[in-house]
C-alpha cells in the first residue's frame, strides 16, 4: 500500500516516512510524560539524547531549541511540545521561530494586528 502525502511548499507534513525518521525523537517526547524523566534529560541532555538514539540531526535540533528544525528531524508537533515547556519556550518563541522573526518582532507584529 503507498501512502502519498501532497506537496504544500513551506509545510511539513507528518506521515509515514517522517513518522519513521521520528521515531527515537518521539519516543523520547513521550518519555517527558513521567517528571523524572524531564529532570533526567534537563540534568544531561548529552546523555539522555544518547540514551534514545536520537540521529545528529535531531540532537542539533535540540540543542539549537529549534521547533521547526525538530519537526523537519522527524518530530510529531503533538509530542514536541514538551520541548517547548522543557526548553521554557512559549507560543510566541514558535511564532517567531516559524516566521523568522525575533520574539520582539513577532510580539511587536501581533501587537499591531491587535490595534488594527
Same mark, same amino acid.
Given at each position: 500500500?503507498?501512502?502519498?502525502?501532497?506537496?504544500?511548499?513551506?509545510?511539513?507534513?507528518? #506521515?509515514?516516512?517522517?513518522?519513521?525518521?521520528?521515531?527515537?525523537?518521539?519516543?523520547?517526547?513521550?518519555?517527558?510524560?513521567?517528571? /523524572?524523566?524531564?529532570?533526567?534529560?534537563?540534568?544531561?541532555?548529552? #546523555? !539522555?539524547?544518547?540514551?534514545?538514539?536520537?540521529?545528529?540531526?535531531?540532537?542539533?535540533?535540540?540543542?539549537?531549541?529549534?521547533?521547526?528544525?525538530?519537526?523537519?528531524?522527524?518530530?510529531?508537533?503533538? !509530542?514536541?511540545?514538551?520541548?517547548?515547556?522543557?526548553? #521554557?519556550?512559549?507560543?510566541?518563541?514558535?511564532?517567531?521561530?516559524?516566521? #523568522?522573526?525575533?520574539?520582539?518582532?513577532?510580539?511587536?507584529?501581533?501587537?499591531?494586528? /491587535?490595534?488594527?
Amino acid at each position: 500500500m503507498s501512502f502519498e502525502l501532497p506537496d504544500i511548499p513551506g509545510t511539513t507534513l507528518f #506521515g509515514p516516512q517522517m513518522a519513521r525518521k521520528g521515531y527515537a525523537l518521539n519516543k523520547m517526547c513521550f518519555s517527558f510524560n513521567d517528571k /523524572a524523566n524531564r529532570d533526567a534529560f534537563v540534568a544531561d541532555e548529552e #546523555g !539522555y539524547m544518547r540514551r534514545y538514539g536520537l540521529s545528529e540531526e535531531q540532537a542539533a535540533a535540540i540543542r539549537a531549541r529549534n521547533v521547526l528544525q525538530l519537526i523537519a528531524a522527524g518530530g510529531n508537533a503533538y !509530542y514536541l511540545a514538551k520541548f517547548a515547556g522543557i526548553f #521554557g519556550l512559549d507560543m510566541q518563541d514558535i511564532g517567531a521561530q516559524q516566521t #523568522g522573526m525575533s520574539k520582539e518582532a513577532f510580539q511587536a507584529k501581533l501587537a499591531a494586528a /491587535a490595534h488594527s
